[in-house]
């Protein structure tokens, strides 16, 4: 266990995204979104829950702004209703009510000395959008740039640190490759490919709409966020599991980070994989997307700082894998799993596993030149209706943000702030209520959805206000 602080500027927060926490899906003239239209059908959410009224966190901004001083956080992350602003998703329809949301927000939070971290695209598409072909249609790019636009015109003013899309590989692989989240498409051989080369394209297109018009008088910074689990050889001392180690990395994460941060185009990995398999599958080309010169400069560069969200790790091996059907998950010719003795959780797939934090940490100083790090959704979920005492979620934290503490300290981590996730319990995408990630309880149950403080956030509020982990006293 490694004590001390961090340095004087560091970033302390936490995220929520808005179909999970608002509620008020069709307050206001807000249109609905892919999300209200599939959490409507029964049978697709544990226990039909839906985001219709969430945390209610619509009817509640002086109520989630008090919570979040209590905690005594530098900044909150949470992201913008698209269709709440344009409810079929063009500026040709804006809904001033929505507008007017989200500037009593973000004014409450400044009023207050916390810093808005804004995310415009947290998986939430409007459906008239959807309706054209979501982000399997290349118009999206000019149609996402003319929203982010009137957002940085809108809110630029106040709003200093804005992300383009939260985890893009879930909205490309689980959006459209095993097609669990909507929009439900089902083509785990190409449409990821497909939408990660048009989601790519937007956020650059966003970018420079930022650079060119809003930098000079704003002075923000923007990124993207992508999702990263850390990867362990199970044998470190075999090449081919270290390879599959770095290939797994690379077709999650460097997927979107490479081009951005390295040389406009994807990992030599994946084309090298893709390609290959591609040929072997006796297709005319590779199902990997290609960029033109052209692309590769306009998209390389495209970020400010290297944000991204961290849960848990798992252990890859290479693996040879069958070449039908076409599958982005088969393309990667690894096999991952967990070890039994790590903590669980009440997700799966998620154990707690901290010192794979340092190590992630370490990854992304080296394989990007030691950008600005900041560690934007971690957290972990626990499933009891009462949780105020949540001592494994204490742990969780405790660990987590000592091995943060680590990889600044002792190896040189340009890391510059960390979010926990999350505010509050909330809808919880496919397991509706059931998982709670929140260091504060939410009672669904009562129409008033209260709020409760658990032990973590006491917790949380006490490293927040130390800046870290100081010795205690009487071991000094």
């Known amino acids: 266990y490694f004590y001390g602080t961090f340095p004087e500027d560091f970033t302390w927060g936490v995220s929520s995204s808005a179909y999970q926490i608002e509620g008020g899906w069709d307050a206001d003239g807000k249109g609905p979104s892919i999300w209200d239209n599939f959490t409507h059908v029964p049978g697709n959410i544990k226990n039909n829950d839906t985001g219709d009224i969430a945390c209610d966190s619509y009817n509640k901004v ?3 702004i008090y919570l979040l001083r209590a905690l005594g956080v530098k900044n909150y ?8 602003i344009f409810p079929n998703g063009r500026n040709n329809s804006i809904n001033r009510h929505g507008v007017d949301y989200y500037n009593r927000l973000i004014d409450g939070l400044v009023a207050n000395n916390i810093t808005p971290i804004v995310t415009l695209y947290h998986f939430d598409l409007p459906q008239a959008l959807q309706d054209i072909g979501g982000w399997e249609n290349s118009e999206m790019i000019d149609l996402f740039d003319s929203f982010a636009d009137f957002c940085f015109q809108t809110f630029g003013d106040r709003v200093k640190f804005w992300i383009t899309f939260n985890e893009p590989q879930v909205i490309a692989w689980v959006g459209y490759g095993t097609g669990e989240f ?20 937007a956020h650059a297109r966003v970018y420079h ?17 992508p999702n990263i689990d850390w990867v362990e050889p199970q044998t470190p001392s075999n090449p081919r599991d270290i ?14 980070t490479h081009p951005i941060f390295k040389n406009g185009d994807y990992p030599d990995a994946m084309k090298w994989k893709v390609g290959n398999r591609s040929e072997l599958q006796n297709l005319p080309s590779s199902r990997l997307p290609v960029f033109t010169a052209e692309e590769r400069e306009y998209i390389r560069g495209t970020a400010d700082v290297f944000c991204f969200n961290t849960y848990t ?3 890859v091996t290479h693996a040879t894998t069958q070449l039908r059907p076409f599958s982005y998950e088969y393309d990667q010719e690894v096999v991952t799993k967990v070890d039994s003795s790590w903590p669980s959780s009440a997700v799966p797939s998620q154990r707690a596993v901290a010192w794979g934090m340092r190590r992630l940490l370490n990854w992304i100083k ?16 626990l499933n009891t209706k009462s949780q105020v005492d949540d001592n494994s979620r204490i742990f969780y934290y405790k660990t987590y943000i000592d091995e943060a503490l680590k990889a600044y300290k002792l190896d040189g981590v340009n890391l510059r702030g960390y979010n926990a996730w999350s505010l509050m319990d909330s809808f919880e995408w496919l397991d509706g209520y059931e998982t709670r990630f929140g260091l504060h ?6 129409a008033n959805r209260p709020r409760t403080p658990k032990r973590s956030a006491v917790y949380y509020a006490e490293v927040i206000r130390n800046n870290g982990i100081p010795l205690p006293e009487e071991d000094e």
Request: proline share 7%.
């Open 62 to 64: 002086e109520e989630d």
């Open 313 to 315: 790790s798992r252990l």
């Open 243 to 256: 390879e599959a180690a770095d290939r797994y990395l690379q077709f999650l994460v460097g997927w979107f």
């Open 77 to 84: 992350r949470f992201s913008l209703s698209w269709s709440r």
């Open 209 to 225: 709409t930022y650079d060119d018009k809003y930098r000079a008088s704003q002075g923000g910074v923007i990124a993207l966020c």
């Open 366 to 381: 080296e394989e990007y030149g030691n950008p600005p790090v900041y560690v934007i959704e971690n957290g972990v979920g």
């Open 441 to 446: 309880q939410v009672d669904f149950d009562n």
């Open 182 to 201: 909507p929009p439900n498409v089902k083509d785990p051989g190409s449409a990821p490919y497909r939408v990660a080369h048009i989601l790519l394209k």
